[in-house]
């Protein structure tokens, strides 16, 4: 009597469950699709356009074994992201690997016109110093209201990257929507962009695409919690 066979049944990649559970594959609606996208892009829910996670894995993959080469060989990354649903994650990552950032809105001519902004930095670090050692209060309240005051402005605007002595190495871009500036910038500057690229970006400039879902709060963890693992887990 033959012995009855149980069908095979593929087993689900692990990661790709991961990354479905974080909504990953969530594209914009099919009217704002880039073309350059089309590649990336496994078919349509509701006139929502869904990612192929095979591909995401392959290019997520690549991205980490370029940032793990940048860690090896002690070079900065610099991670931008500041829509507010992710802004705090972007913070919290960058100070967990002690890595600069920004998270706020992105100052024009940080990349090129760095010495007028290395100046302000190194401003900032100096009023830090002076406050330490008691050095600001040689000054009325009134006037020390006024530093504290601007110390706070310049907290927002440099406090991710008050200790980058020099240019970046390489440039993770959180929201390309939003920070079209930053790739510009980078691209001007000859700085390696790395960048999730949602299905209505132009991905053609960016050197390391991470095609998936930038707005929800959980793709943009999944990916963040990844580039931490490199950092923290050794």
Wanted: proline share 4%.
């Amino acid at each position: 009597m033959p012995i009855l066979m149980k069908p095979m049944v593929a087993k689900q990649d692990s990661v790709i469950e991961e990354m479905t559970k974080a909504g990953l594959h969530f594209g914009h609606k099919t009217s704002k699709t880039h073309p350059k996208m089309k590649p990336y892009i496994s078919g349509v829910r509701n006139t929502v356009h869904m990612f192929d996670l095979a591909k995401t894995k392959e290019k997520l993959q690549k991205a980490l074994e370029y940032i793990q080469s940048l860690r090896t060989e002690g070079k900065t990354l610099l991670l931008v992201g500041t829509k507010i649903q992710i802004k705090n994650l972007v913070k919290e990552t960058a100070t967990a690997c002690n890595l600069p950032y920004v998270s706020e809105r992105w100052i024009g001519g940080t990349f090129t016109n760095f010495g007028t902004i290395a100046k302000r930095t190194e401003y900032f670090r100096g009023l830090e110093q002076k406050k330490a050692i008691g050095e600001l209060e040689k000054y009325t309240k009134k006037e020390q209201l006024g530093i504290a005051e601007e110390m706070k402005n310049l907290e927002m605007h440099f406090g991710g990257i008050k200790n980058l002595a020099k240019l970046p190495d390489a440039v993770f871009i959180c929201d390309l929507d939003k920070n079209q500036l930053v790739l510009r910038e980078a691209k001007n500057r000859g700085i390696p962009v790395i960048a999730l690229v949602d299905t209505n970006i132009d991905p053609a400039l960016v050197d390391y695409v991470i095609p998936a879902n930038d707005d929800a709060q959980s793709s943009v963890r999944y990916i963040l919690n990844k580039i931490q693992e490199l950092y923290v887990s050794h």
